[in-house]
């Protein structure tokens, strides 16, 4: 199984599965001399972590990172700076529970990766889905937490905007109250919480699932990142986006909206600022023109599908070839994209921290 490496000079491989002992990844090309400490690559971990709530996964995961290469200890002993070379880091699988899956070894199920698989590689991994598991994700999360310090000034967002039918007030958007202790859904919009809370318990206590659509913003993404005509910025953002679990969408900027209104409602114009500069007067175009940064914001939104994991029974076959109906036991998230939004950011992250570097080895750039 190949294509496990994501990127060209910040270049990201995972590995491990679901039900394994460990997952992990080995980021290659990070430039040297870059501090960071363990503390601030958990601190983005723990943004996705299982057993959080009641509203996702109940599956025990600490997800303690342990840096294993690639760094040199300074003397405070918490910093640790990049060499240059292969920085691999890993996550331990402490709370496993293959059982829950014997029933669908020999079952597909609905809406899952267990036919293609099967199909592709003459086998599969029933326990958790094994690479197909949005358990490796984590180990993207922990990379995206050391693209972020590639590029400076750069900082990375996501949001929550929707879930199943219910969407924010984009009036009450508020950063800060994203990371608050109430706020158990990443929305940015406070009286949400109780919307959402109502909704979603509704879906659980049914055994269903929703979908989600989560919003990330990137700023402080200098201009002249991205490369026509085969290395958009915002078509290798795409791409991080979509191979993300359960995506079955993506736009950049303003996205399908901009087919619904007209080329002058659509342009981005443009004045000269106090500074000397050309400034924008809006940002429909997400922060990239031609594939290259603007120099403004950089927005993506990503649609998450429900869960496939449900309680209700779904009809499908085996591989005997035999009818079946298929209720998926075990403990699943009643809307996976919850916990997506932290690993939007990373994804986010990576894609513009690849393109800092090849701006800069191209042009001398930045």
Same mark, same amino acid.
């Given at each position: 199984?190949?294509?496990?490496?994501?990127g060209h000079l910040f270049r990201v491989t995972t590995w491990g599965e679901s039900h394994?002992?460990?997952?992990?990844?080995?980021?290659?090309?990070?430039?040297?001399?870059?501090?960071?400490?363990?503390?601030?690559?958990?601190?983005?971990?723990?943004?996705?972590?299982?057993?959080?709530?009641?509203?996702?996964?109940?599956?025990?995961?600490?997800?303690?990172?342990?840096?294993?290469?690639?760094?040199?200890?300074?003397?405070?002993?918490?910093?640790?700076?990049?060499?240059?070379?292969?920085?691999?880091?890993?996550?331990?699988?402490?709370?496993?529970?293959?059982?829950?899956?014997?029933?669908?070894?020999?079952?597909?199920?609905?809406?899952? %990766?267990?036919?293609?698989? =099967?199909?592709?590689? @003459?086998?599969?991994?029933? #326990?958790?889905? $094994?690479?197909?598991? *949005?358990? &490796?994700?984590?180990?993207?999360?922990?990379?995206?937490?050391?693209?972020?310090?590639?590029?400076?000034?750069?900082?990375?967002?996501?949001?929550?905007?929707?879930?199943?039918?219910?969407?924010?007030?984009?009036?009450?958007?508020?950063?800060?109250?994203?990371?608050?202790?109430?706020?158990?859904?990443?929305?940015?919009?406070?009286?949400?919480?109780?919307?959402?809370?109502?909704?979603?318990?509704?879906?659980?206590?049914?055994?269903?699932?929703?979908?989600?659509?989560?919003?990330?913003?990137?700023?402080?993404?200098?201009?002249?990142?991205?490369?026509?005509?085969?290395?958009?910025?915002?078509?290798?953002?795409?791409?991080?986006?979509?191979?993300?679990? %359960?995506?079955?969408?993506? =736009?950049?900027?303003? @996205?399908?909206?901009?087919? #619904?209104?007209? $080329?002058?409602?659509? *342009?981005? &114009?443009?004045?000269?600022?106090?500074?000397?500069?050309?400034?924008?007067?809006?940002?429909?175009?997400?922060?990239?023109?031609?594939?290259?940064?603007?120099?403004?914001?950089?927005?993506?939104?990503?649609?998450?599908?429900?869960?496939?994991?449900?309680?209700?029974?779904?009809?499908?076959?085996?591989?005997?070839?035999?009818?079946?109906?298929?209720?998926?036991?075990?403990?699943?998230?009643?809307?996976?994209?919850?916990?997506?939004?932290?690993?939007?950011?990373?994804?986010?992250?990576?894609?513009?921290?690849?393109?800092?570097?090849?701006?800069?080895?191209?042009?001398?750039?930045?």
């Amino acid at each position: 199984m190949s294509h496990n490496t994501f990127g060209h000079l910040f270049r990201v491989t995972t590995w491990g599965e679901s039900h394994g002992p460990a997952i992990g990844c080995v980021i290659d090309g990070c430039p040297p001399g870059i501090r960071f400490t363990v503390a601030e690559i958990q601190v983005e971990l723990d943004k996705r972590r299982p057993g959080q709530s009641r509203f996702v996964t109940q599956r025990r995961e600490p997800d303690a990172v342990k840096v294993l290469s690639g760094v040199l200890p300074e003397e405070d002993g918490e910093t640790l700076i990049t060499t240059g070379t292969p920085i691999s880091m890993m996550i331990e699988n402490v709370d496993q529970r293959s059982k829950d899956y014997s029933e669908i070894a020999r079952r597909f199920r609905p809406g899952h %990766a267990d036919f293609t698989y =099967e199909t592709k590689y @003459g086998l599969r991994d029933y #326990r958790g889905g $094994g690479r197909s598991s *949005a358990r &490796e994700t984590a180990t993207r999360v922990a990379a995206g937490a050391l693209a972020r310090k590639v590029v400076p000034g750069l900082k990375v967002r996501g949001a929550l905007v929707s879930m199943g039918v219910k969407d924010i007030d984009r009036a009450n958007w508020d950063w800060d109250f994203i990371g608050h202790e109430e706020n158990p859904f990443f929305t940015p919009d406070p009286k949400s919480v109780a919307v959402f809370t109502d909704y979603l318990d509704g879906i659980r206590k049914a055994g269903s699932s929703v979908g989600a659509v989560i919003e990330v913003v990137a700023e402080g993404v200098p201009a002249g990142l991205g490369a026509p005509l085969y290395a958009k910025l915002d078509q290798d953002i795409c791409s991080n986006l979509m191979s993300i679990n %359960a995506v079955k969408g993506v =736009e950049i900027g303003n @996205g399908f909206e901009a087919a #619904r209104i007209t $080329g002058e409602e659509n *342009a981005d &114009e443009m004045r000269m600022g106090n500074d000397g500069r050309p400034r924008f007067l809006s940002n429909n175009a997400g922060g990239i023109l031609g594939g290259i940064s603007t120099g403004e914001p950089v927005i993506a939104r990503f649609a998450v599908k429900p869960t496939s994991s449900i309680l209700t029974p779904r009809q499908s076959v085996d591989k005997d070839g035999k009818d079946v109906d298929v209720m998926t036991k075990g403990r699943h998230d009643p809307c996976v994209g919850i916990r997506a939004v932290p690993i939007g950011e990373a994804m986010m992250a990576c894609a513009i921290a690849d393109h800092y570097l090849r701006h800069r080895g191209q042009t001398g750039q930045g």
